[in-house]
């Protein structure tokens, strides 16, 4: 079986190294996260070598995780690191992991653990699996194949990894396995109200405050078939937010009923804009995102462009319209 032979040639390349490097893709959500620290215990308990480095902030919805501050940013590192192995985990290609490019050298081998559509197997191994819901996914099927000790800690991030990266339970991406891989992680010690409440159910007032606002100031367009809405920066400043903390927010696109495709447009500095697409059905949204060199999944993608929040809502707007009318 070919996930097996995967399995054993992913060990005999951790067995071969001394220093291991984790990473994932910039700004990390759930799946990002969750993956990284379980993938970190994982090779903790084979006696290795191994560091986590990020490039980008990540939400606090994810710092309660066991384990977090074992994950540091780039800034961080120093010109001393140097790596047999890095296990790259829920990234499509290796511009997503941003400047940790740098702590890789020819001598560097890559592991590349994945379930992205578009993911351009960039590893020396690719264990990507396009149906499963997340990257944990992967991950909580292979530690229980190879028969890796599932602990409390690396329950709880692995099924807090499923749980984001599948909206909730959500998304069709959720199938059979995915719902007992979760009661495994369950009965492993995952606390699920726990676990969810302390990523959905903890925001500040001043979140809360401004998700009334970017709701209040929310566009239907189409006949009601595309909604977009906007987190700017004024926004952020008057209500004292930070904008990694609105990885959430895209899924207010869709709970209008009659909205089929949605937008969520950020402010980043620099007179950048990142954009987030979430559609329902078969309405494929990584196309649009692909137009403006992003990507990601066909009800969920996103890019982010040199141009203001303003010009690219504008073109994006366009787009999404051309894909709801040929829909009918
Ligand atoms: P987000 O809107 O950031 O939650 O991302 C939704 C999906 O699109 C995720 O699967 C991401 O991996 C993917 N995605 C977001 N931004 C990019 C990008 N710049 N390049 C490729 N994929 C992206
Ligand atoms: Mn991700
Ligand atoms: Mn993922």
Do not use: W
Request: aromatic share 8%; glycine share 8%.
């Amino acid at each position: 079986m070919k996930l097996m032979a995967d399995y054993k040639n992913i060990r005999d390349m951790i067995d071969e190294s001394n220093s291991i490097l984790i990473t994932s893709h910039y700004s990390g959500d759930g799946d990002a996260v969750g993956s990284q620290l379980a993938m970190f215990n994982y090779l903790k308990q084979l006696g290795k070598n191994v560091e986590i480095y990020d490039e980008g902030e990540i939400s606090f919805q994810y710092k309660f995780l066991p384990g977090f501050s074992n994950i540091k940013d780039i800034s961080e590192a120093t010109g001393e690191n140097k790596f047999d192995l890095a296990i790259v985990l829920d990234s499509s290609n290796l511009d997503r992991i941003g400047k940790v490019k740098e702590l890789l050298d020819s001598q560097t081998k890559i592991i590349n653990i994945d379930h992205h559509p578009d993911d351009d197997h960039f590893g020396d191994l690719n264990l990507v699996v396009q149906s499963a819901s997340s990257t944990a996914e992967i991950l909580t099927q292979m530690f229980f194949d190879i028969g890796f000790e599932i602990d409390k800690d690396t329950a709880t991030v692995l099924y807090a990894a499923i749980l984001t990266d599948t909206g909730r339970f959500r998304y069709e991406s959720t199938g059979r396995r995915t719902m007992e891989l979760a009661g495994l992680l369950i009965e492993r010690g995952a606390a699920p109200r726990k676990i969810c409440d302390s990523i959905y159910f903890a925001n500040s007032p001043g979140m809360t405050r401004l998700t009334g606002k970017v709701l209040n100031n929310a566009e239907f367009i189409a006949d009601g078939k595309v909604c977009m809405l906007e987190i700017t920066n004024q926004l952020l400043k008057e209500y004292d937010c930070n904008l990694e903390d609105f990885v959430g927010m895209a899924a207010y696109t869709l709970t209008t009923k009659d909205a089929v495709v949605g937008a969520l447009f950020k402010e980043l500095p620099g007179g950048k804009t990142e954009v987030s697409l979430r559609s329902k059905n078969i309405l494929n949204v990584s196309n649009v995102a692909h137009l403006y060199g992003g990507g990601g999944h066909c009800n969920a993608a996103g890019f982010v462009v040199d141009m203001q929040l303003k010009d690219i809502r504008l073109k994006v707007m366009d787009n999404l319209k051309g894909l709801v009318n040929a829909s009918v």
